[in-house]
């Protein structure tokens, strides 16, 4: 299982990643890349087994492993049971 090191976590428009979003959204720095996340508790509604949105803002600093990775319109998500 690959383990990922949250380096910084931004809260942005979803409309600054697609004209379609209209949710805050997190980008998501870590060691192995950039990735995005809905906000803590909305859900990613095109997969079926995908968890809401994750609090990595509490995870700077701190190395996580549990998570999928999901390609999507464009963007890599990153996607951990709460």
């Given at each position: 299982m690959e383990v990922y090191e949250i380096l910084s976590v931004k809260i942005v428009t979803g409309q600054s990643l697609s004209p379609r979003w209209h949710n805050n959204m997190q980008i998501i720095e870590t060691d192995k890349g950039t990735y995005i996340d809905n906000?803590?508790?909305a859900q990613f509604g095109y997969f079926n087994d995908?968890?809401?949105?994750y609090?990595?803002?509490?995870?700077?600093?701190?190395k996580?492993?549990?998570v999928k990775?999901?390609?999507h319109a464009n963007y890599k998500w990153l996607n951990k049971k709460s």
């Open positions: 906000l803590v508790g995908a968890e809401p949105g609090n990595w803002a509490s995870m700077v600093g701190q996580v492993s549990g990775v999901y390609d």
